[in-house]
């Protein structure tokens, strides 16, 4: 296969690469062109939509100074979070955010008005975040992999992606955080909606595999009678970073008694996270691992759940809204209280024929046994519905003819 364009992975939040998955496919209504992303193996089933995925190994990833993917999501420049930064940083920090807001912008702006390929040009040369300059330019990463897919594909154009580049027709959107997320948001609802969703074919052996690689023996015991238990089978995915948007890490005084009520009611309750939010929770029903899972892997055990349970208020969530799996709505979506025109993801996947079930109102008002039985009765009455609802979606449509090409 030839490719015409050749992109990169953010380096950023999931969001980042569910966002462009979305615009790709956006796109694929109006083009004809392939294009190839460069992405690291932990989020190579993000991007479905792609022609080509080039991916990352961990052995590449671990040469490059990635060893795990944690520390690129939690580093900040000067190496520290900003309320140990000294003084002296953090002026520094401010003169980089001004200069990329009054030098930066207009100079793309001013390209932009020469013709698109100077906008282009210009673009790829300023605007990158801390992260992609740390782990992908810098380190010598991003030449390494050009490098290699010329080999493989010659002659394509390559262009380095991050906030505002819109791949529908390679066009800028304007530089403001609110319009960037309310027209990302709009893309992924229509993806959603139109039943284009994430799914996991990977193989129960695999994972069970892959667990030995970083779970204790008796966690793997758990995992393997998950996959085969006739009870009702929750995964509370939590996540509790300490110095990346810690304001959308899970609760704690909303999971863990909402956890012990769906133990009470005789359901398997699996708490997934990285970094994982420790619940103490002691019970031969429920279990917690922070894991190493690939995006696929993951989604591989929320297959095998009956149901997920996370918030709507982080990144991932996207990811997650965009998946073939059942989900129990805890909290507010992030897009329905930040958004100029809220954007309900929940609302897509009922029109693409998904089943979720929300408890929002029983946490709220701190009924964990309510919410808890709401799950539960659901789960039992409506299974096979839930089935059939899934079976009906039509996954991953651009994918069959997908090459993976391996750095």
């Given at each position: 296969m030839r490719i015409d364009y050749l992109i990169n992975f953010d380096f950023d939040e999931v969001n980042a690469a569910v966002f462009r998955n979305a615009q790709l496919y956006m796109r694929k209504k109006q083009r004809q062109d392939n294009i190839c992303v460069i992405v690291p193996y932990q989020f190579r089933a993000l991007y479905s939509q792609a022609d080509v995925v080039a991916v990352i190994p961990k052995k590449?990833?671990?040469?490059?100074?990635?060893?795990?993917?944690?520390?690129?999501?939690?580093?900040?420049?000067?190496?520290?979070?900003?309320?140990d930064m000294s003084f002296f940083a953090k002026i520094r920090k401010k003169l980089r955010s001004v200069r990329k807001i009054y030098f930066e912008q207009i100079l793309i702006r001013l390209a932009g008005s020469v013709?698109?390929?100077?906008?282009?040009?210009?673009?790829?040369?300023?605007?990158?975040s801390a992260r992609q300059r740390r782990y992908f330019i810098n380190n010598g990463l991003e030449r390494y992999c050009l490098e290699s897919v010329a080999r493989k594909y010659p002659g394509f154009q390559y262009i380095r992606v991050g906030d505002y580049l819109d791949a529908i027709d390679l066009s800028l959107m304007p530089f403001h955080l609110g319009k960037w997320f309310q027209k990302n948001f709009a893309y992924l609802y229509t993806m959603i909606a139109e039943g284009n969703l994430y799914r996991s074919e990977l193989a129960k052996d695999h994972l069970l595999s892959r667990f030995g690689d970083f779970a204790s023996s008796a966690t793997v015991r758990y995992v393997k009678n998950f996959f085969v238990s006739s009870r009702p089978k929750i995964i509370l995915r939590t996540r509790n970073f300490k110095s990346k948007a810690t304001m959308n890490n899970s609760k704690l005084e909303a999971l863990k008694p909402l956890a012990?009520?769906?133990?009470?009611?005789?359901?398997?309750v699996l708490n997934l996270g990285y970094p994982l939010l420790e619940l103490g929770i002691k019970h031969e029903l429920y279990c917690e691992v922070e894991h190493s899972l690939?995006?696929?892997?993951?989604?591989?055990?929320?297959?095998?759940a009956d149901a997920v349970a996370t918030t709507g208020r982080a990144g991932l969530f996207t990811g997650f809204a965009a998946s073939a799996i059942t989900l129990v709505q805890i909290d507010e979506e992030w897009s329905q209280s930040n958004?100029?025109?809220?954007?309900?993801?929940?609302?897509?996947?009922?029109k693409a024929g998904l089943k979720d079930i929300d408890v929002r109102g029983f946490l709220q008002k701190g009924e964990f046994g309510l919410a808890a039985q709401t799950i539960v009765e659901n789960l039992q009455r409506g299974k096979e519905s839930r089935t059939?609802?899934?079976?009906?979606?039509d996954a991953n449509q651009s994918t069959s003819n997908q090459e993976i090409y391996e750095i």
């Open positions: 590449t990833c671990e040469r490059f100074g990635i060893d795990e993917y944690k520390k690129v999501l939690e580093y900040v420049e000067e190496g520290v979070s900003p309320k013709g698109k390929d100077w906008l282009l040009r210009v673009y790829k040369l300023f605007w990158f012990e009520s769906l133990l009470e009611k005789g359901a398997m690939t995006f696929e892997e993951e989604l591989a055990m929320c297959q095998a958004l100029e025109k809220p954007v309900p993801l929940f609302e897509a996947r009922a059939e609802s899934l079976k009906n979606v």
